[in-house]
């Protein structure tokens, strides 16, 4: 299974990105999907998931500016993010739990997209 993580770049303060994560290779059934973060010098957080139920969870610097969002037909996840801040900037990776057989699940890493935020 591979992820393609894609929809980084630099923004001002105050703008919006969309990032896509396109998982593809042998999927059963695709579980949960989302979104993490890791800045300079910082632990890696999380920023979104969903559940194949459509429970989504974010994190708390969130505050309503990110949506995720998934297309099951292409198996892909987004993060639409609006009203960025320069604390947003960081290398965003894709998290991808995916059913590889009836018994049998792994969880996969996008490559990373990097996001900056000027001030």
């Known amino acids: 299974v591979q992820l393609q993580a894609s929809g980084g770049g630099l923004v001002q303060a105050g703008g919006s990105l969309r990032l896509s994560c396109i998982a593809s290779?042998?999927?059963?059934?695709?579980?949960?999907m989302g979104w993490y973060r890791q800045a300079p010098g910082k632990e890696r957080e999380l920023v979104a998931t969903?559940?194949?139920?459509?429970?989504?969870k974010y994190g708390d610097f969130v505050k309503g500016r990110f949506t995720i969002s998934v297309d099951n037909a292409k198996d892909t996840v987004y993060l639409q993010m609006n009203s960025l801040r320069p604390e947003d900037t960081a290398l965003y990776y894709c998290?991808?739990?995916?059913?590889?057989?009836?018994?049998?699940?792994?969880?996969?890493w996008g490559q990373g997209t990097e996001v900056t935020v000027s001030s």
């Open positions: 998290n991808v739990d995916v059913q590889v057989s009836p018994h049998d699940d792994q969880d996969y």
């Open positions: 290779g042998d999927i059963f059934r695709i579980n949960d």
């Open positions: 969903i559940t194949s139920g459509g429970l989504r």
